[in-house]
Structures are given as structure tokens and as C-alpha cells.
């Protein structure tokens, strides 16, 4: 079970998903009213406790010439789950593999290839673990956003000065 997140880590947490890598301590602190210093080492302590995993860049895959984006439902037997998400994760061209916890549709596996014949390796791949494939979705495009229940009081003044700043920008 995690702990207790009181609104510092709240303020810290949402920022970082906004932007970790523009927004420097002292921004999250002139929001969270803290100072850097504790900014820094509630971030450590974050870390530390495993909440935050790790910073990962959002790759927009088409740019990078991987335009084919694909999700496949597969179903595996429940016992055996942990075993076959490892065994797809093992396949060249999967990004992400999300296991449920009940249903018969247990595993959402994200893909991406540069043409058809990598989606047909890759769906080949799959049906050799013996794992059946209830279907396959080609993605159109992925929005992310920061989860709200980190939203404070300074964070929404915070995102409506950048509203406004947009909004002022000319192009």
C-alpha cells in the first residue's frame, strides 16, 4: 500500500507530470509555497519511496518514422499472465503492455511499425506465444495529461497565467 501524499507531493507530482523537464525546483516551490530545498528532497523522498518511477520522454512515433500505431486485446490464461507479458514485451517493436486484472481480455499491448509487414511480424509473434488475440485497434493519435487530483489552489492560478501567455502568443 503507498502513503499519505500531503499537498506539497500533490503540487510536485502534477508539475513534474506537466513538464519535469522545464520546470526547475524553484517554480514548484514559488507554486507549492515551499522552498527549493524542500522541493528537491520531497522529490528525492518520492523517488525513494518508489512514486515516481523514472522520467520518460513522450515520443510522438510518427516523427521518428514509425507511423503504424497499433493496440492489440490479447487474452491469456490468468495463472499464467505475468509469463506471457514478459514473453510479448520480449517482441521488437512493443512499447507498452498493460496487464488487467480480470476479464478475459488481459493484456493491452501497444505496438508501433513503419509498414504493414511489421504489424504482420509482430501480430505473428504474438499468436506463436498461444496467446489469441481478441483485436487490434490502430491508434489515430494519444493525448496524456497530468491526473487532476493533484490539482491545487497555486497550480490552477499557475495554468491559467499560462492559458493567458498562449493565448497572448502571436504566430
Same mark, same amino acid.
Given at each position: 500500500?503507498?502513503?499519505?501524499?500531503? #499537498?506539497?507531493?500533490?503540487?510536485?507530482?502534477?508539475?513534474?507530470?506537466?513538464? *519535469?523537464? %522545464?520546470?526547475? /525546483?524553484?517554480? +514548484? /516551490?514559488?507554486? /507549492?509555497?515551499?522552498?527549493?530545498?524542500?522541493?528537491? %528532497?520531497?522529490?528525492?523522498?518520492?523517488?525513494?519511496?518508489?512514486?515516481?518511477?523514472?522520467?520518460?520522454?513522450?515520443?510522438?512515433?510518427? /516523427?521518428? %518514422?514509425? =507511423?503504424?500505431?497499433?493496440? !492489440? &486485446?490479447?487474452?491469456? =490464461? =490468468?495463472?499464467?499472465?505475468?509469463?506471457?507479458?514478459?514473453?510479448? @514485451?520480449?517482441?521488437?517493436?512493443?512499447?507498452?503492455? @498493460?496487464?488487467?486484472?480480470?476479464?478475459?481480455?488481459?493484456? !493491452?499491448? #501497444? *505496438? &508501433?511499425?513503419?509498414?504493414?509487414? #511489421?504489424?504482420?511480424?509482430?501480430?505473428?509473434?504474438?499468436? #506463436?506465444?498461444?496467446?489469441? +488475440?481478441?483485436?487490434?485497434?490502430?491508434?489515430? @493519435?494519444?493525448? &496524456?495529461?497530468? !491526473? %487532476? $487530483?493533484?490539482?491545487?489552489?497555486?497550480?490552477?492560478?499557475?495554468?491559467?497565467?499560462?492559458?493567458?501567455? $498562449?493565448?497572448?502568443? =502571436?504566430?
Amino acid at each position: 500500500m503507498g502513503r499519505e501524499l500531503d #499537498d506539497v507531493d500533490r503540487s510536485i507530482l502534477y508539475l513534474l507530470q506537466r513538464d *519535469a523537464r %522545464n520546470t526547475t /525546483a524553484q517554480e +514548484i /516551490a514559488d507554486t /507549492a509555497g515551499v522552498s527549493a530545498s524542500t522541493v528537491r %528532497n520531497r522529490i528525492e523522498r518520492l523517488e525513494a519511496d518508489g512514486i515516481i518511477r523514472g522520467y520518460h520522454p513522450e515520443i510522438d512515433y510518427e /516523427a521518428a %518514422n514509425l =507511423p503504424l500505431q497499433l493496440t !492489440f &486485446v490479447v487474452t491469456a =490464461p =490468468p495463472k499464467e499472465i505475468k509469463h506471457y507479458s514478459e514473453q510479448i @514485451r520480449g517482441i521488437k517493436g512493443i512499447i507498452d503492455v @498493460r496487464e488487467m486484472l480480470t476479464g478475459r481480455r488481459n493484456l !493491452f499491448v #501497444d *505496438a &508501433v511499425g513503419t509498414s504493414t509487414s #511489421d504489424i504482420t511480424r509482430i501480430t505473428d509473434s504474438i499468436h #506463436d506465444l498461444g496467446v489469441e +488475440i481478441e483485436s487490434s485497434e490502430m491508434m489515430r @493519435r494519444r493525448y &496524456v495529461q497530468p !491526473f %487532476n $487530483h493533484f490539482f491545487l489552489q497555486g497550480t490552477r492560478e499557475m495554468e491559467a497565467r499560462d492559458d493567458v501567455a $498562449h493565448d497572448e502568443d =502571436p504566430k
